[in-house]
């Protein structure tokens, strides 16, 4: 993105020609920064000891477009319902490189899974696997499988995006011996369910080393001990997702370039010293990969100074198209698009159309001088926006476009009302 002469730029194209041509709201991605993420990925996270897999955590933002560029950077992705499985399956990406997580998935779900030969199933918990392996006596198939295990660490981010607690629904904990041995008891007998190894992923929005170096060792620790107590071979670590991205001028973010090679560095160094024979780590990248290519363009309505003194600027959308702030307060940088340049004068909120008082886009945002109609730019959308968008009070899922340089591709066009009427 650029700016030149007050205007917003992505790729060659103005921002509010794009607005004109598509509506608004509109979603837009730089595909260029993807790329440019995807390829720090690659980069980074590399070993000459083991095989390095960067997953896609498709949660993030998922259409058939972002499967094939993924599948062109010969990627895996992991999803986490039927939904996506279809989705992925229909855009022609390989189920075989695909890792299906959940902490309640269907018998429908888990069905479909193992007689599409998914490649990863990661199991939960007890019962799960206990279905995996009757599906795969059923259908006489061998199934790959991880265990999804909660290290109980900490990391320093909101409550609804942190996962690793004692109290998370997810996973079995390290510390419940018990249920651990459970699972491990089935494993051993199951010939045709493989334990490939354990994931875990401890939150999101990390922007430090640290947490995940400590996953990694207490993760690579709980490999070695169930390996000896089970006399099991395992051959893979999944340090699961989370590396954080700056929202705001004042965030920090994760240095992908330092904390990728000091992972590598700390795994290397876990592995010898626990004599390990893993040959392949796993993460699951979502938000990092995606989330900075996104931008979202809303037109301004009026600005409404409320009888209380509070300034709020209308747009035409919202939480149906982002509802982050209003599930865990997040804040973003907005900016009228062609004023790019202009004195910020007044104190809003950015506030959409539902009838919600927590339909908020952003919160104290200060912005030059607006009028009715003009455009206004949200920065990093691109990350549990639209995957999350519903039609609440109606509202019509926004086209997504992807802009690289100066070509576009719609890529989901715009909800239409005949759609709302397609389940009736
Ligand atoms: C299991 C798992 N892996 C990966 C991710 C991706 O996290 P992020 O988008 O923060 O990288 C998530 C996010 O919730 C997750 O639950």
Redesign the pocket.
């Known amino acids: 993105m650029t700016i030149k002469e007050n205007h917003l730029y992505i790729g060659s194209f103005k921002a509010s020609d794009l607005a004109k041509r598509y509506g608004t709201p509109v979603i837009i991605y730089d595909e260029e920064e993807i790329k440019k993420q995807i390829e720090a990925f690659i980069k980074y996270f590399k070993s000459n000891k083991y095989q390095t897999h960067i997953?896609y955590?498709s949660?993030?933002y998922l259409s058939p477009y972002i499967c094939q560029l993924i599948d062109d950077y010969q990627m895996e992705i992991?999803v986490?319902s039927l939904g996506d499985l279809y989705l992925v399956e229909s855009s022609g990406f390989p189920l075989s490189k695909v890792l299906f997580?959940g902490n309640n998935k269907s018998l429908a779900e888990l069905e479909y899974a193992v007689s599409h030969k998914v490649g990863i199933l990661?199991v939960d918990n007890y019962d799960e696997l206990m279905t995996i392996m009757e599906l795969a006596e059923k259908y006489q198939t061998v199934v790959n499988t991880m265990f999804?295990i909660n290290p109980g660490i900490e990391a320093s981010t909101h409550e609804y995006?942190q996962?690793s607690l004692l109290s998370s629904k997810?996973g079995e904990s390290i510390f419940d011996e018990e249920t651990i041995d459970k699972v491990m008891k089935l494993y051993e007998k199951n010939h045709l369910v493989h334990l490939l190894g354990f994931?875990a992923?401890i939150?999101?929005?990390?922007v430090s080393e640290k947490p995940f170096i400590a996953s990694a060792k207490t993760l690579i620790e709980f490999t070695k001990k169930i390996q000896d107590q089970y006399n099991y071979k395992l051959s893979a670590v999944n340090l699961?997702?989370?590396?954080?991205i700056k929202y705001l001028d004042s965030d920090e973010e994760c240095d992908l370039s330092h904390t990728l090679p000091k992972m590598i560095e700390s795994i290397d160094e876990l592995i010898n010293e626990y004599e390990l024979s893993i040959s392949d780590i796993y993460?699951?990248?979502?938000?990092?990969?995606v989330?900075k290519a996104g931008f979202t363009l809303y037109q301004a309505g009026i600005i409404k100074r409320t009888y209380g003194g509070k300034n709020f600027l209308f747009v035409d959308g919202g939480m149906t198209d982002n509802i982050r702030p209003a599930l865990y307060q997040a804040k973003y940088t907005v900016k009228i698009v062609d004023k790019m340049e202009d004195e910020p004068i007044l104190k809003v909120d950015v506030v959409g159309k539902c009838c919600e008082s927590g339909d908020i886009v952003s919160k104290d945002v200060m912005i030059p001088m607006v009028s009715k109609g003009d455009y206004v730019g949200v920065f990093v959308t691109g990350?549990?926006g639209y995957a999350m968008a519903s039609n609440y009070n109606g509202a019509l899922k926004p086209p997504v476009i992807f802009v690289s340089n100066d070509k576009i591709k719609v890529v989901s066009r715009k909800e239409s009302v005949k759609d709302l009427m397609k389940l009736y």
């Open positions: 997953v955590a949660k993030a992991d986490v997580h990661v999804r995006i996962t997810f994931h992923h939150g999101s929005q990390i699961g997702g989370g590396f954080g993460i699951e990248p979502g938000r990092s990969i989330g990350a549990y």
